[in-house]
C-alpha cells in the first residue's frame, strides 16, 4: 500500500481459493514430507499386501496431506497475513482435522520405508518397546503431559505479542506451525492410539479427557469473538477482505475457533460413545456367554 495505492482487494471466493505458493517455508517442508510418504508408500506397496486396510490408510493419509496443502501452501496460508480469520482457519485445519487424520492413517510404516536401508534398521530399533524414540514418546502422549502441551501452546501464541511476532518473522511464523501440530498430534495420540504406543484410555476416559479441551479451548475462542477491541493490531491496516473490518475479520476468527473445533470435539466424542455402546453390547451378547457343558453321554 506505498504512495496511497488502493489495496489489492480479493474480488470473489474464486480468486481466494486460487491463490496458492509453494515457495515458503511451510510449504516446502509439507512437499517434502509428502514426497517421502509417496516413496515409503510405493516401496511398501511392492513388497506387501498383506494389510487388508493399506489402501484406506493410503487414503487417509492423502487426505490428511490434502488439508496440510490447503493450510500450508494453498489460500490460507497465502492469506494469513491479512485476514485474521484465514489464519485462525489454517491452525484449525492444521490441528484439529489434518493431525488426527495423520493418526488414524498411521504413516509412520509408509516413512521408515522411504529411508535408505542403513537408516531404516536404525529407524526400526530406535521405535521399539525398548527404543528412545518410544521412550520420548510414552512421556510425551501421556493425557496429563499431552493435554497441558496443546492447551498451554494454543493459549501462548495467541497472546497478542507472540502473535503479532510470529507475524512479522518469518521463522517465528514457521516455528508457531511447527509447535501447534506437533502438540496437536501428542494430545489426539491417547484418543486414536497408534501403533507404536497404543493408548491406556477406555473410551469413557477418552470422552474424559476431550471434554478437559472443551471448556479451555471455548473461552479462548469466545474471548476472541466477543471483545469488543481489537486484540491483534497487526491486521489494523491489512486490506478490507470481503468489506470486512478488523473487528469483523477477528470475530469471524473467533467463530471458526469456537464453531468447527467444538465440532470436532463432539464428533469425536459421539464416535466414541457409540463405540463403547457397541463393545459393551458384545460383552453381554448372548453369543459372548459360555455355554453350559453339554451332558455326560449315557
Known sequence: MDGGSAPNL??????????????????????????????????????????????????ASFSAFALLAIALAGPLDYYSGELFAAHMAQHIVIAMFAAPLLLVARPMPAYIWALPRPLRIGAGTALTGSGIVVRVLTLLTKPVVALPLFIGTLYGWHIPQAYNGSLENEWVHLFMHFTMFTTAILFWWPIVGPPPIRTQLNYPRRIVYLLLAVTPTALLAAIITLTKSVLYDFYIDQPGHFTWSTMEDQRTGGLFMWIPGNFVYLATMTVLFFRWFAAEERKSSPGRRRRPPPPPSK
Not at 496458492?20 to 508408500?41: C, N
Not at 511398501?44 to 489402501?55: I, T, Y
Open 10 to 59: 480479493i474480488d470473489s471466493f474464486g480468486e481466494f481459493v486460487s491463490a496458492w505458493d509453494f515457495t515458503s517455508p511451510p510449504a516446502v517442508i509439507f512437499l517434502l514430507l509428502a514426497a517421502a510418504y509417496t516413496i515409503g508408500t510405493i516401496r511398501l506397496a511392492a513388497r506387501s499386501d498383506s494389510d487388508q486396510n493399506f489402501w484406506l490408510k493410503v487414503a
